[in-house]
Each structure stands twice: as structure tokens, then as C-alpha cells.
């Protein structure tokens, strides 16, 4: 009896498609191998920075650490106060450019700014001049003016 057309079908495409399920197994296999490899060489290590990258990682994880104190610290402080310390701190104006946002006189933000700083500083547990905060003798330059 000589087989169908269907048969014919069946028997040839059968050790086809076992052939391309062997080899899928095989890529995955061998992906999962290479996978598992390099997780072994990196496993323990630290994160390869130079330079400038590691100095703001870390500056990035020690804000991270301080956020909560400095929004508590805003929080407690008087509106006037923290308005000029957030245009001077994050929009990066000048002193006298948040009293004209504000409108208020250069002198009255720069009090404010002066009054915030100290509030901050007081109320943080280690506030470091570089993390952002500028230091007492720093507060009024000649771009506030």
C-alpha cells in the first residue's frame, strides 16, 4: 500500500520540526549558560565608576538618605522663607532675581534666603555645604546684586 499525501506530509515535516526544536533548545540553552556565566564573573562586585561618575553616585545616594529631613525641614519652615530657598536652590536664581519673582525687595530675599539657609542647616542631621546648601559666608555674591 503506498502511503497518502498526508502521510508523505507528516513523515517529512516530523524530523524538520524536531530539528528546529532542538536547535531553539540549544540557543536557549546555551544563552541561559552565558546568562549564568557572566552573573558568577560580577557577583560581589561593585559597580566600576572613575572619577566625576563615582563622586555623583555618590552625591546622588547620600541626597537620596537626606530627602526626607529636608522636606521635613521645608515643611516647618514659613512660606516667605521657603519660596526664596526653592527659586535660589532649584530653579537656580540669583537672590535678587527670586525677590523680583516674589516681589520683594533684593534685600528682604536676601534675608529670607539667609534665614532659610540657617533653618535648614539647623534642622538637618549633617548638612554639608557642597550638597547644595551654600555656606554662610557665600550667601550674597555679585550675581545677587
Known amino acids: 500500500m503506498e502511503p497518502t499525501d498526508q502521510e508523505l506530509l507528516a513523515a517529512t515535516a516530523a524530523p524538520w520540526l524536531l530539528g528546529i ?3 531553539l533548545a540549544s540557543n536557549q540553552h546555551r544563552t541561559l549558560a552565558r546568562w549564568r556565566r557572566g552573573n558568577q564573573r560580577v557577583a560581589g ?5 572613575i572619577g566625576e561618575e563615582y563622586e555623583a553616585v555618590e552625591a546622588a545616594i547620600d541626597a537620596a538618605r537626606q530627602a526626607p529631613h529636608v522636606q521635613a525641614a521645608l515643611r516647618a519652615m514659613p512660606d516667605g522663607d521657603r519660596k526664596v530657598l526653592e527659586l535660589v536652590a532649584y530653579a537656580q ?3 535678587s532675581e527670586a525677590a523680583l519673582a516674589l516681589d520683594i525687595s533684593p ?5 529670607r534666603l539667609a534665614r532659610a539657609r540657617k533653618r535648614l542647616r539647623e534642622q538637618l542631621p549633617s548638612a554639608d555645604p557642597s550638597a547644595g546648601l551654600a555656606a554662610p559666608d557665600t550667601e550674597v555674591s555679585s550675581h545677587d546684586q
Open 93 to 95: 536664581l540669583s537672590a
Open 107 to 111: 534685600n528682604a530675599a536676601r534675608l
Open 21 to 23: 526544536a532542538t536547535r
Open 45 to 49: 562586585e561593585r559597580p566600576r565608576f
